[in-house]
Structure formats: C-alpha cells, structure tokens
C-alpha cells in the first residue's frame, strides 16, 4: 500500500467517495394544473425554462396519479412525501372533520396564528400538522449535516406548506385579504430575508398594470374567449386585455383577486424565492431545497378554461419568469450543480360545454340535486330528519348515526347508492365499508379510490362522476382520477440527471424518492420509486 500523510490521504479518500451527483441545491417546482399534454400543444410558444427542461432534462412524459380525487393539497403532498393520500392524509383541499363539525382546510391550524408580512390578517395560523409523514424537505433537514436550509413559497398555503413540510426556515403564502403571510407554527415573526424583499416589492406596484398576450395573436391556438366560460375573478374582463384594477380606484380585495390570477404573481414568487436563496448564499452544506408552487395556472384557467389564451400566456411567461430563476441559479449554486425536479398537482377537464361541442358526453353536476336525492332517500327508508352533513367535493359526509344506520339496513343502503346513480353525470357510488376494505382486484377506479381513502377523514360515501362531467361553478375543474386530470409531467434537470425523453409509466410520488436518493436521503413511507432510468452514471475518477 501507498504511504501518505494523513491529510492527504484524507483529502484522497474524500475526492474518491464524493458523488458527482449529488446536487447542492434541489428545487422542487410544482405548476397548479400543469396537464401533461398542454406540453406537447403548447411548447412551440417556449424558448426559455420550460424550452430548457423539455430540451436538457430528463422528460417523464408518462406520468399518471395513481389515486382518485386529484387536487390541489393532496397533489402537493404526494410529490412532497412520496406517499399517497392514503398514506399521508391529506385527502382533500377541505373535508369535514367529524369532530368540529365544520369544514377545515388541509393545512388550517388553531393552535398556529397567523404571521403577516403586510396589513394585519384575522385569517386562522396553518401548518403541516394534519400531513402525517415528512416530506423530502423534512427528511434533507433533519438527516443531513449541517442541516440544509428549506424555503417554499406559493401564492396558496397549502402548496407552500407541503413542499416546505414541518419545519421549513422560511414558508410563505399570499392571504387573499392582500399580504404575504406565514404562521407561529413556522416562525414566531417574520422572516427577516423574506420580509426584505416584500418591503421592496409592493404586490400594490402592480395596481393598474395591463396583462397582455406576450406574443402575437397568430402564436395562440384556439378559440378566444373560451366556449363555455363562466365568470371571471375580481371583474376581469372575458378577453384581453386585462387591466388590474378595481371599482373602489384602490388596491382592494378585487385587485388581489386579479393578481393573483395574473402571471405577475408567479414572476414575484420566482424572483422572491430567489432573493431569499441568495441571503442563504449556499456556500456550505446542503443540498439546499427551495420549494415553488406557482398556482397562477391553476386560477386562470379555472376561470378561462385551459385552452384559453389565457392559460398560454401564463405558461408563456412562466417559460420566462422559469428562465430568470435557473440563470439566477446558475449565478448561485452553479450551472448543472443543482437539481430542478417539475410536475404537476394534477392536470384539468375540458370545459363540458365545449366537450359537447365535439359530440363529447359531458355536463356540471348539481351538489343541490345530490345532497337533495341523499336526503329524499335516506328520509325513505330511514325516517325524518337531517340526513346529511357536508357534500365535500366527491364525498358524502352523514350525520352521526346516519351511517351506523345504514349498515344495520342494507336495503337502505342499496337503496341510497340506486338514487344517487340517477343523478345526472353520477357513475357509480362506494360506501366507506367498501373503500375500507380494498377489494378492488382488477377495478381501477375502485383501486384509486381506496388510494385517496383516509379512515376518520374521507367521506361515508364516494360519489363518483362520468368522465366529462363536473362539479363546479367554475368554467372548469379537476378532481377525478381520468387521465385529464390525473396525467401530468416530470421532468428532471441539472445535477445526478441523465437527460432524455422516457416513456415507462411512472407516477409524481416517484418524485420525492428520485429527489431523495441524489440526496442520500431516506423517506419513511413512500409509494414511488427511483427513477432510476434518469440517474447519470458515475463518471469513474481517473
Ligand atoms: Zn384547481
């Protein structure tokens, strides 16, 4: 054997065992409703970061949510952890909690308190409470030394409080009474890097500032306005374009409401989340994990529907506001010495009426008529009374007793499942028992809806929908488990990542064990894998 000082043969074994692949910084970026084939329609329209992933990462472009009701706080809880929501809990945005017998919101917290960065807020605090199981976040923190530092931020608390998990050093999240917010369960004031760049950069700047389409007109495909559209936030207008303003001539509740569904709103979170990583500066330890949920596409197109030029140009200046923050990173961390990982919370339905248009069988689902059916039955064969306490998106919550009472007369129940199925648009009804119990061998529907199941949280009855048909007030919505709303993107870019296009069946919960095995980090409970097919090879030291 070579003799060596002991510093240099230290410094030997450290240049051998350190893997290239390991990135300095991991940033997770989750675009709100981003479906995977509005890619392939409209990347012709990018040349800057979204170009950049499609072009230099690796594109996962067959990638599918394997559980039912796909939106927005499981979604982002399933790429954080890795974990379903059968796992990981958090089964809906809002459900019914049985004891305080009221809606809750996934990340509400009533022993947290709000933290305004602006105006005071009487908002409830939030926090990762209800998520039960760490995130990647988590996980890089408390494994790795010195600890790496977490950041997320998003316009919706419940996107910027999955990424950033339990305990993040900075979480922010725009109150729609018109601040930057965080909570005592994350920090007992505000964040001083955080709050700097607020102070610098008044959300108010931009009161009266006009949107446009970034491109000519001839660059956009379809129709405009958009067949079937609803109504439109804080009084915007149907078509472009779209001047944030509002009826009072002062930056108010409509204005926020605009911003907030204006594509300034993902530029401000970028260039935000940028500022306070480079106070951080990155210089030691890490991978570092910056977390961004850009949720503009999810609100626009919500309103606009997500063929709408609308809904482009958020994508088109996302490519840029995208663009900005990898050159900054470049500038930060280092060209290829980070990792940028980007899908999707869930994707999107056609508007029903342009569906229809094509000979599609599609319509809106009345929750009146539904919870009016329920009731009509269950006072049939059980009796009077209030039978019902909450429909929460697909799910039936019961009075107390009312369930109890239906599994004691399975008449009754057989009969309550018959009435709901002759609801328009309503395809098939499972009651809690059967979700419980899992027995969906070879029922796929069946089997993403025991994966969205959360015994004490889910509802006593899952209403499930005709593809095509929606429930919401909305131009449109997401939710169910067809591929509209369940296929979405992953894509990989930068350090450990073998570029390419792979076309194998993969899921976003693969996300956070590919993200955590280039960290040298452990998950407690997933159901994804590593994306192995993406990891670049060591290249062998010479
Ligand atoms: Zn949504």
Redesign the pocket.
Known sequence: MKRCLAAACLLASAVLHADARTPKAIVLVVV??LRADLIDRYQQQWSKGLHRLVTDGAWFREAYYPYFNT??CPGHASIATGAVPSQHGMVLNNWWDRDLRKLVTCTEDSHATIVSYGKPLTSMGESAARMQLTTLADEIRAQLSPSPHVIAFSLKPRSAIALGGHRPDAVAWFDDAGAWATSTAFSPGPVASVAEYIKAHPVEKDFGRTWDRALPLNRYLYESPAIGLQRTKGEMTQTFPHILKSPSGLPDQVFYDQWQSSPFADEYLASMALHVAEKIGYTTGGPHFVGIGFSTL?KVA?DYGPFSHEAQDILIRLDRTLGDLFAGLDRLVGPGAYTVALTAD?GVAPTPERAIQQGIDAGRISVQELIARAEESMTKTLGAGTHVSQLAHDYLYLEPGVYEGLQANPTAMRTLVADLKTVPGVLRVITRDELAANHFDGDSAGRQSALSFFQGRSGDIMILFKPYWIESLNTT??GSGYQYDTHVPVMFMGAGIAKGEYLMRVSPTDVAPTLAFLAGVTLPLTSGRVLSEAIAPIVPHQ
């Open positions: 709100d409703q939106v927005t999810d919500h869930h919505t997401h």
